[in-house]
Nanobody, 116 residues
């Protein structure tokens, strides 16, 4: 059974950086598309960044040029490097693994707070 565990969240000042990690157990990781999503209080959960098994990426317009998603299949880990953080980036960030079709596995999330 596959499990996802996010880490790396915390409190950062505007303009600062954080790197989130999502570690996956299970052998499916290397062939599975992965994504980072976020949910701010009172708002819906939105896609932040996505990466295919081959490394093709796409980003939400609001984070383009600031965030970078990457994966290390040898470590079963996907990363989200977040630079130039803004208060509006404050949210719980979730990792998502695509199992095929409309089946997904979610992590429990890690909180990112951007505040002075």
């Amino acid at each position: 059974q596959v499990h996802l565990v996010e880490s790396g969240g915390g409190l950062v000042h505007p303009g600062g950086s954080l790197r989130l990690s999502c570690a996956a157990s299970g052998r499916i990781f290397s062939i599975a598309p992965m994504g980072w999503y976020r949910q701010a209080p009172g708002k819906q959960r939105d896609m932040v960044a996505h990466i295919t098994s081959g490394g093709t990426t796409n980003y939400a317009d609001s984070v383009k040029g600031r965030f970078t998603i990457s994966r290390d299949n040898a470590k079963n880990t996907v990363y989200l490097q977040m630079n130039s953080l803004k208060p509006e980036d404050t949210a719980v960030y979730y990792c998502r693994l695509s199992l095929g079709g409309t089946n997904y596995l979610w992590g429990k999330g890690t909180l990112v707070t951007v505040s002075s």
